[in-house]
């Protein structure tokens, strides 16, 4: 029963994000943030399949891999010059410093999900190594490029 409730409210929670994920505004700073959103909602889904908290479903999985893939096929055009700072943002200086290689971290979040996609997780047990992967970009890329507030 716990399970069933946990996964009504993963369902809800992702399409929520994606909704978010999906809101691209004129405002750069509030659009990546907004993604970034959906980019976490996704995280916590498939972290609870992986860990049992919640049971898994390859529908879900799937669709979190696609919301995270989605976020980061646009991520990059959300840092136009002067959106550096204002509207809480906590992207660090480096990634203006360092358009290349901050291009490089969003182009490997991609592959990386992408990559998860065409395997098409299809139990708990394959998510393990796809939190690994995809997982892995989240520190990578906020110690590099995020400044913590
Ligand atoms: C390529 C770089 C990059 C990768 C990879 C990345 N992030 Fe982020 N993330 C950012 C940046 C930059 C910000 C700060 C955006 C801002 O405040 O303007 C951010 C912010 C966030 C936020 C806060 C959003 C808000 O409302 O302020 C969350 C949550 C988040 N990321 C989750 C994740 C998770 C989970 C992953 C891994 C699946 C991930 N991110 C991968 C760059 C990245």
Known sequence: ?????VASILTAT?????AIAASHGADPIATRKNGMQGV????GTLAAMAKGEAPFNEKSALSALKLMNYVAATFEQHFPEGSNSGGDTTAAPKIWEDMAGFKAA??????DTAAAIEAAPASAEALGPIMGSVGGN????????????
């Open 14 to 18: 992702l399409t929520a994000g994606a």
């Open 1 to 5: 029963m716990k399970k069933l409730v």
């Open 106 to 111: 969003v182009a490997k979040l991609q592959t």
């Open 40 to 43: 976490g909602l996704a995280m």
């Open 138 to 149: 989240c520190k990578s890329c906020h110690e590099s490029f995020r400044v913590k507030k």
